[in-house]
């Protein structure tokens, strides 16, 4: 087994031979942001089905109304995905929604930028809009610790800009939103990721789980899925 500290995380690749170095993440180190660990939550669910969650856009109305999505503003506007093939990651770019309330800064409704991406099966960031400086992007990245195939326990860390919100409100903001999606998430039936075709009807807003779920096939990922 190897072991490797980075990003405020340890990380273990169980076979002790990593296909790859561990992913780049500037945005860590980058002048002028705010780091925050805002600690790990239990899940109930496969880390696979915890990572496609993080890369929906379509839930953003209904389970984080008022914050993140409003109805009727409910449609996913088309973005664009692509896969890096000399990182191995898959980006989804281009994405754009409305959120009345983007983050703890946030004092007013805007047109969120985002942008997506997998590095690892059970790890992903997620770019958006800083609200303080709408021309550069906050960072969030999610990683999930699992306990076996059905239990995880979810690490959220932030990259932000925001020079006046405090640390508990920033964590307070993360949790609130984190705790919407729990329900949401240990009540999925499966708990682990279907993988076979057709298993569930994809939509066209649901661009980046496709190929999510093509890409964790096609490198032939089989813990935390449906067998
Ligand atoms: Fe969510």
């Known amino acids: 087994m190897l072991v490797l500290e980075a990003y405020g995380y340890l990380w273990v690749c169980p076979s002790g031979q990593p296909r790859k170095a561990l992913f780049a993440f500037p945005e860590f180190s980058q002048d002028g942001r705010r780091i925050v660990d805002c600690d790990g ?7 696979l089905r915890m990572v496609e969650n993080f890369l929906d856009m379509g839930h953003f109305p209904y ?33 754009r929604f409305y959120q009345p309330r983007t983050s703890k800064a946030a004092t007013t409704g805007l047109e969120v930028q985002y942008a997506y991406r997998v590095m690892q099966p059970m790890s992903a960031m997620l770019y958006k809009t800083a609200f303080p400086r709408p021309g550069e992007m906050d960072a969030i990245g999610l990683f999930v610790q699992p306990h076996d195939e059905d239990h995880i326990t979810a690490y959220c860390l932030l990259s932000y800009f925001d020079d006046t919100s405090t640390e508990t409100d920033l964590i307070a903001f993360q949790h609130t939103i984190f705790g919407q999606d729990k329900p949401i998430l240990e009540s999925q039936v499966p708990k682990r990721m279907p993988l ?10 649901d661009a980046m789980s496709v190929a999510y779920r093509r890409w964790l096939s096609t490198r032939g990922t089989s813990y935390g899925t449906v067998r």
Request: charged fraction near 20%; hydrophobic fraction near 35%; aromatic fraction near 6%.
């Open 63 to 95: 389970v984080h109304a008022s914050y993140l999505g409003e109805v009727p503003q409910t449609e996913v506007a088309k973005y664009d995905v692509s896969v890096d093939e000399s990182a191995d990651e898959i980006w989804a770019t281009n994405c």
């Open 196 to 205: 076979q075709l057709g298993a569930e009807m994809p939509t066209r807003c």
């Open 41 to 47: 939550i239990g899940v109930s669910v496969s880390g």
